[in-house]
Each structure stands twice: as structure tokens, then as C-alpha cells.
């Protein structure tokens, strides 16, 4: 996946910077999984709502949102199937055979992932979400509502990421990245709130 931090000038009278560094936007923070799913999911009510929950898996990873008793039990199952799969698969030694994490829970498949990482994903898809609803715009589409929940899910998880208390100088570098970077992205998003019209509900 790409950075591209837009919200274009004509879709949205903005003009959006790139936020990320330059040495962290050469490097891919999404997973291959991610990647799939990503690919798979065609159109913004499939892509938006998946970036959002791709966003959230590491808002859970980095242990800033305490998960359901439903959660926790998922997980250990996730984790289980995983491990299980694992052994079956080394059992057959299959020369390249590579087992990937299914891309539902960050227990299994951020497992290997620094903090550091993970921040820089959160920005990476945050980016993503904004070019995609862009993208949207540009083509037509109604993206009020898209625009809404990711102002809403970044506005309620930035003072989350101010309490995070960084241990090296790598944490320390992206975390300060990843606030600034959202709260220029939530500055841009609601800008655009402002130049978006309301979307006008239907009766049914």
C-alpha cells in the first residue's frame, strides 16, 4: 500500500500535506493479510469500515482499548487455531510453505510488530482512509458518513495515544509523529465536514 495523504483542494477546498517522515513513508506498515482483505474489499462501504477496524487492531495491540469478555475468549481461540495450523503445516515440510495469520485478530497477526510499527501503521491507514474517501468524492459518491466515523475514531483515540509512555528513542519518535499526525488529520477532516453537505437521510 501506498501513503497518499489527500483530501484534494477541489474535492474538498483543501489541501492536504503528506504528515508522515520521508524515511517512514519508503517503509509498508500493513500486513500482507491486511493487504488481502484490503484487496478484496471492493467499494467504500466495504473499504472504509474494514480501515477503520484495521485501525482499531492496533489501537488493541498498542493496549489502549480494553476488550470484551467475548474478545479475550475470540483471541484465545484465534491464537490456538493459529498455533495448531502452525504445527500441521511444519509437519509437512513443504519447501516455502508459509502460514499467515487470518487478519481478524492483532493477538495473532500484529504479534511481531514493535509499538513503533504499529504507530506507523495507524498513520499509513489513516492515510489510506482519507485518500480512498477522497477517491469517493471525486467519483460522486456520498462520503459524509465515512468522513463522520473517521473523525469520530480518531478524535476519541488521540487522547489515548498521549498516554502511551514511550521506552526507546524509536517509540518516542513515532509516537510524537503519530499525534501530530493526528491531530493535523483531525484539523483536515473537520475542515472538510464543513465543505461536505450534510447527507439527507431517507425515509424507508
Not at 504528515?19 to 488481502?36: F, G, L, M, S, W
Request: without cysteine; neutral net charge; hydrophobic residues 40%.
Amino acid at each position: 500500500m501506498k501513503t497518499k495523504t489527500r483530501f484534494t483542494a477541489l474535492a474538498f477546498a483543501l489541501l492536504l500535506l503528506a504528515r508522515i517522515p520521508a524515511a517512514a513513508q519508503q517503509i509498508d506498515y500493513v500486513t500482507e493479510e491486511e493487504e488481502d482483505l484490503i484487496r478484496d474489499a471492493q467499494g467504500m462501504k466495504l473499504r472504509i469500515p474494514l480501515f477503520l477496524k484495521l485501525l482499531d487492531n492496533r489501537v488493541v495491540a498498542l493496549g489502549l482499548r480494553e476488550r470484551s469478555a467475548k474478545e479475550r475468549e475470540q483471541a484465545k481461540k484465534d491464537i490456538e487455531s493459529y498455533e495448531r495450523e502452525k504445527r500441521e503445516l511444519e509437519k509437512l515440510k513443504i519447501a516455502g510453505a508459509e502460514l499467515r495469520a487470518r487478519p481478524l485478530n492483532p493477538d495473532v497477526y500484529l504479534r511481531n510488530m514493535t509499538r513503533s510499527e504499529l504507530l506507523r501503521g495507524y498513520m499509513q491507514i489513516i492515510d489510506e482512509t482519507m485518500d480512498n474517501i477522497d477517491d469517493g468524492y471525486d467519483q460522486g459518491l456520498d462520503v459524509r458518513d465515512h468522513i463522520e466515523a473517521l473523525n469520530k475514531f480518531v478524535g476519541e483515540h488521540l487522547p489515548k495515544l498521549k498516554t502511551i509512555e514511550a521506552k526507546t528513542a524509536a517509540e518516542t519518535s513515532a509516537l510524537k509523529a503519530t499525534i501530530t499526525h493526528s491531530e493535523d488529520a483531525l484539523e483536515d477532516i473537520r475542515n472538510a465536514l464543513k465543505a461536505v453537505p450534510k447527507t439527507e437521510k431517507k425515509p424507508r
